[in-house]
């Protein structure tokens, strides 16, 4: 467990300002296999104290490499000049940001190591069954990823906490020759919170997940372009996640909506169908714990539950204190720093759309002549809600029927529109929590959402 | 500026002392070969979130990077804590990961040559003219560009000393410190509101206005006059002409699907058998050049441990490299890279950017490409942010909803022109292309 040099700091903390002290240890480990070469064999730790102040409507912020009483002492100091350099120079003359009440969150979880060898071995192991398998494969890549934050918060007019968050995965990528002779790579995920050893106990666990990702890919291989243009698709689940995510997500972070966001303006108006509702969950969702479970942030607030979108109604923001008082909302713990050396930013936890009452086969039968889009890429959204979703798997639907595989192709809309398109939302949902989010620092998100059925633009040939 | 905000650095080391210590761990603990960078970094940076200043933060950081060979087997660790038991920890876990490991005949570390030690930039940021060049882009902005809503600006003075050691005898030590300006912006009228545009400039420099560098005033025009927007009606083939802040997503990604480590040890690139052959039209050269007078700051040695050299990838239409590592470089017979920058560059071509938009029949100025990542054989998609519509060589206005798709090794090869103006904002050189053959869907085309 991380020493704490930064709880008994209080009493330097100045007089009138809000103060954090944030001792942070981040650890990774990776381990990569390309075609069965050690592509990647790593491991790092980065550790420190970080300090911020808020004085009159600017933050002062510094932070050193290193974990001791003297060095909280430093970047504490460092921080409170920082803060009244800004306010002399920019004076924006705001008060006292409101008090949040106290109490202590403890530790969760310890972080255990694990030794390098077994991540190795992991992904040997996989890697010798694809191998040994399906060799009709023109590349193969077995990656082993794990990585944590194990931060101690202490802040002057709020919780503290010594929080632990890690999160381990496998990603597997199988490629092959389309029938035309063209490359093509199909790419799956597995894992979430948790070390290496509780999330992994045994390879030949994954194997039916290899099959069914090396079937997909058979598939692909005999795919076909999607035809350019507006279309009925139905998204699986990881796509409404990305949705969820990407195009409303990012919209309802009160620092864009400041920014001029097109969520500014639909506060409390109808942005989608009554039959969607998006909630960024914080640790607790349908009775089980989250993908990436968040109890406490590095404001001091205490995590919960933010409803964004209820019934298709814009209810609310994801906030930081400062926005919160600034729009006269609550807190509800989004505002998360990467690495001990950053900043506290607005970020998401668990965004997800709410399964509704629609069985997955009865929304395929209902499409005449449209897509069933399952897998993505990647995604970006902008701040007038316009996205972009790489869709890397997907069948045409024919006449209610699923037809052939798609080639890899990209979506986009405008989400505030398009989720009013929304009419039929399956009872089931899925989770994914691989990825990173990017803004100005990366971060861990889970995302999820049931499968719908809407309109979107979709490119291809 | 007051003194107070300067942190005293006492419990920074000097980083040749580290590196010795590591040095004399990796051999204390047998490594065959070893790699190890030390580098120390302060930075200054402020904030604008919303229009307004936010934060001020001032950071200290140190790092330890270590990668072992033994017995041909390889293992990396990294630290940032500089302390007798954190440099022996992470030797100790690199040889470890090393021994877990599985031995491979390519892992390699650069031979030994001639040390050098490189000096760029401002090492030294001038902290009071930094803050008010700021302040005066932020009233430039607020004069000449009022429409514009600054979501978030984050300038900063980066400052790095790092030294690099293996055990070949060879050393390079960098001094390296500049001055890097981030935008991240959107225009607003009434109800209207445009996509965010996002410019960066990196400059060792404060001579000038910030908003004189680059190609900032134009992208913060080009914003505003996207307030209001033209259907695009149906699907065409077209040309695209990409703009030097959207020409490198594309080149980025001709590079990682073609050129790239990945690609070539997992022998996925269509490029795989065409060096020395012909892969675009053949006014292309396409270089990365960190050493080019008009690259800030950029790199001095590769990530594994050569003096970087500019080199051209593609020239006059002719594949003349790939960028690969040494690993990848010994895996596959192929050279390698004569660095590992980012650091395009593209010089200008004859046509003036205004006649190559004369020129277009139908098509769209892109300034921005937000896309899914490329199929491996280079098929592309995506929505044409921040972009114009052209008709008969005239701009009819900016584009909402419009996605483009094609193919990124045709595209090389469609080859329309190649603008006169370049931009250079310190990180490239880069000037406008157009390409033709291009699909353009606008929604309109299948609204149902």
């Known amino acids: ?461 | 500026m007051d003194n107070s905000i300067h942190m005293e650095k006492s419990i920074q080391e000097d980083i040749r002392e580290i590196a010795h210590k590591t040095g004399e761990r990796l051999r204390e603990a047998g490594a065959d070969k070893a790699q190890y960078t030390v580098t120390e970094t302060q930075t200054h940076e402020f904030n604008v979130d919303g229009g307004e200043f936010s934060l001020f933060r001032t950071l200290f950081g140190h790092s330890l990077s270590v990668t072992a060979y033994k017995d041909q087997k390889k293992g990396s660790a990294s630290t940032n804590q500089f302390d007798d038991s954190a440099i022996e920890a992470a030797v100790r876990d690199c040889l470890k990961s090393a021994q877990s490991g599985v031995a491979d005949e390519a892992y390699d570390i650069a031979p030994a040559q001639e040390s050098g030690t490189f000096r760029d930039g401002a090492y030294e940021p001038d902290i009071d003219l930094f803050f008010q060049r700021t302040r005066e882009l932020m009233r430039d902005i607020r004069e000449r560009h009022p429409k514009i809503l600054m979501e978030q600006m984050i300038v900063s003075h980066d400052q790095t000393h790092k030294i690099y050691r293996n055990t070949n005898g060879t050393e390079f030590e960098a001094f390296q410190g500049a001055y890097a300006v981030s935008l991240m912006f959107s225009a607003h009228e009434g109800d209207a509101a445009t996509s965010f545009f996002g410019s960066d400039i990196c400059t060792d420099r404060l001579d000038r206005p910030f908003i004189e560098l680059g190609s900032l005033e134009k992208d913060l025009a080009d914003t505003e006059a996207q307030l209001s927007t033209v259907p695009v009606e149906g699907k065409f083939q077209g040309v695209i002409l990409l703009t030097p802040g959207s020409l490198p997503d594309f080149l980025g990604n001709i590079i990682g699907n073609f050129a790239s480590d990945g690609c070539i040890l997992d022998r996925t690139s269509i490029w795989l058998d065409k060096l020395g052959q012909s892969v675009a039209d053949s006014r292309i050269t396409l270089s990365l050049c960190p050493g080019d007078r008009r690259i800030v700051c950029g790199e001095r040695f590769t990530r594994d441990g050569f003096r970087s050299k500019d080199y051209d990838l593609i020239k006059d239409g002719v594949l003349k490299s790939f960028c690969l590592s040494l690993y990848v470089a010994n895996k596959s017979g192929f050279a390698p890279a004569g660095n590992s920058s980012f650091a395009l560059v593209v010089e200008g071509g004859d046509t003036p950017y205004a006649d190559m938009v004369k020129s277009i029949k139908r098509g769209l100025i892109v300034g921005r490409f937000s896309g899914g990542n490329p199929s491996v054989n280079g098929d592309f998609s995506g929505v044409a942010k921040n972009s114009f519509l052209v008709e008969d060589g005239e701009i009819k206005g900016a584009v909402s909803e419009t996605m483009i798709s094609g193919n990124l090794a045709q595209l090389l090869n469609s080859l329309v022109a190649i603008s006169r103006e370049t931009v250079e904002n310190g990180s490239s050189v880069l000037p406008y292309m157009a390409f033709d053959g291009v699909v353009i869907s606008g929604k309109e085309s299948g609204a149902q």
């Open chain 1, 1 to 461: 467990m991380l020493e704490n040099h930064v709880s008994d700091k209080k009493s330097l903390f100045p007089t009138g300002a809000h103060t954090e002290l944030r001792e942070q240890k981040s650890r990774s480990r990776r381990v990569s296999l390309v075609q069965g070469n050690l592509t990647g064999n790593e491991r790092s730790e980065s550790l420190g104290i970080s300090a911020r102040v808020y004085q009159n409507g600017v933050y002062g912020f510094s932070s050193m490499a290193e974990c001791s009483g003297s060095a909280a002492e430093k970047v504490l100091r460092a921080a409170v000049a920082n803060a009244l350099f800004m306010d002399r120079h920019v004076g924006r003359g705001k008060g006292p940001l409101p008090v949040i009440p106290c109490s202590d969150v403890p530790a969760g979880r310890a972080i255990q190591d694990t030794d390098q060898k077994q991540y190795i071995e992991f992904a040997k192991a996989l890697d010798a069954y694809i191998a040994g398998k399906y060799k009709n494969l023109s590349s193969r890549s077995v990656i082993v990823s794990e990585d944590s934050m194990e931060k101690i918060v202490c802040t002057s007019d709020g919780c503290d906490g010594h929080i632990c968050a890690p999160r381990s995965h496998v990603y597997i990528v199988l490629g092959a020759e389309s029938t035309s002779g063209s490359p093509l790579e199909l790419f799956h995920p597995v894992g979430g919170s948790g070390i290496f050893s509780e999330n992994f106990t045994d390879p030949a666990l994954l194997y039916p997940q290899i099959d069914a990702l090396y079937e997909k890919l058979m598939h692909k291989r005999e795919g076909v372009h999607a035809q350019a243009g507006y279309k009925t698709v139905v998204l699986g689940g990881f796509l409404s996640g990305m949705l969820a995510h990407e195009a409303v997500g990012h919209t309802v972070e009160a620092d864009l909506v400041l920014g001029g966001s097109v969520a500014g303006p639909a506060l409390h108006k109808r942005v989608a169908s009554d039959l969607v509702t998006l909630v960024d969950f914080a640790h607790t969702a349908f009775g089980a714990p989250t993908p990436l479970p968040v109890y406490l942030d590095d404001e001091g607030t205490p995590a919960e539950d933010a409803v964004l979108i209820q019934n298709g109604i814009l209810q609310g923001y994801m906030h930081s204190r400062e926005s919160a008082q600034h729009f006269g909302m609550k807190p509800q713990g989004n505002a998360r720093a990467w690495s001990f050396s950053d900043e506290p930013l607005i970020r998401m936890r668990n965004t997800a759309v709410l399964p509704g009452k629609d069985k997955l086969e009865d929304i395929i039968a209902s499409v005449e002549d449209g897509y069933y889009l399952l897998d993505t890429t990647n995604g970006q959204a902008d701040t007038t809600g316009e996205f972009m979703f790489g869709v890397s798997m997907g069948y045409e639907i024919k006449k209610g029927k699923l037809g052939r595989a798609l080639l890899d192709t990209t979506i986009s809309g405008v989400a505030f529109d398009m989720l009013k398109t929304v009419d039929m939302v399956s009872d089931t949902m899925e989770w994914a929590s691989s990825g990173f989010c990017g803004k100005k620092q990366p971060m861990p998100v889970g995302m999820g959402g049931p499968a719908l059925r809407c309109k979107v633009m979709i490119g291809g040939r």
